[in-house]
């Protein structure tokens, strides 16, 4: 089966959101940001000498506040901060590779990827996990790189048939795959 698509900068932005929503790595350290952040707002809040405010309503104030920064954080800032990133590294180069008309070829024994400037071989067994979104398939390679396959684009056929596909010669190559999967 060949399958010819167009990656665009969204669907990069696309992946990297979701690959980061997912990571352990990544949510261990966005907690561990929002944790401190906390903890400067209440200890700065404490260290603020306000003349006949108690220390208790000081902590009653600054904790409210320490939890809607990191709600805030949490759901508006830190996604749109990793859109604004790779957006910014998208633009130090062309991205010949990656941006533009892509193609795969799918075969029992693994995936053929190929555009204008170059082709990559992945063995099924080489691949870590497939995952989707409604939108998107992410076929990582890597524990940090992924084929990505943008739904609205698959030519060549149906995408809920070709991601299926997909997802069956991965899992007849890899027993053990439903347990490599995020969500």
């Given at each position: 089966?060949?399958?010819?698509?167009?990656?665009?900068?969204?669907?990069?932005?696309?992946?990297?959101?979701?690959?980061?929503?997912?990571?352990?790595?990544?949510?261990?350290?966005?907690?561990?940001?929002?944790?401190?952040?906390?903890?400067?707002?209440?200890?700065g809040s404490l260290l603020v000498p306000l003349p006949d405010v108690s220390?208790?309503?000081?902590?009653?104030?600054?904790?409210?506040?320490?939890?809607?920064?990191?709600?805030?954080?949490?759901?508006?800032?830190?996604?749109?901060?990793?859109?604004?990133?790779?957006?910014?590294?998208?633009?130090?180069?062309?991205?010949?590779?990656?941006?533009?008309?892509?193609?795969?070829?799918?075969?029992?024994?693994?995936?053929?990827?190929?555009?204008?400037?170059?082709?990559?071989?992945?063995?099924?067994?080489?691949?870590?996990?497939?995952?989707?979104?409604?939108?998107?398939?992410?076929?990582?390679?890597?524990?940090?790189?992924?084929?990505?396959?943008?739904?609205?684009?698959?030519?060549?056929?149906?995408?809920?048939?070709?991601?299926?596909?997909?997802?069956?010669?991965?899992?007849?190559?890899?027993?053990?795959?439903?347990?490599?999967?995020?969500?």
């Amino acid at each position: 089966m060949i399958v010819k698509y167009e990656i665009t900068e969204d669907d990069l932005v696309a992946f990297h959101r979701y690959h980061c929503a997912h990571s352990a790595a990544v949510k261990k350290k966005k907690y561990i940001a929002m944790l401190a952040a906390s903890v400067v707002i209440v200890g700065g809040s404490l260290l603020v000498p306000l003349p006949d405010v108690s220390p208790s309503l000081i902590v009653g104030v600054a904790i409210p506040v320490a939890a809607v920064f990191c709600i805030v954080y949490n759901f508006w800032t830190f996604p749109k901060a990793i859109d604004q990133q790779v957006r910014r590294m998208l633009k130090e180069g062309a991205n010949k590779a990656i941006i533009g008309d892509q193609q795969i070829e799918v075969d029992d024994s693994g995936i053929v990827k190929r555009n204008a400037v170059s082709e990559s071989r992945f063995s099924w067994i080489g691949v870590e996990r497939i995952a989707e979104t409604d939108t998107h398939a992410f076929i990582y390679v890597a524990s940090t790189v992924a084929i990505v396959i943008p739904k609205r684009s698959c030519g060549g056929g149906d995408p809920v048939e070709i991601i299926a596909l997909l997802k069956q010669s991965w899992i007849a190559a890899n027993p053990d795959a439903a347990t490599k999967q995020f969500d």
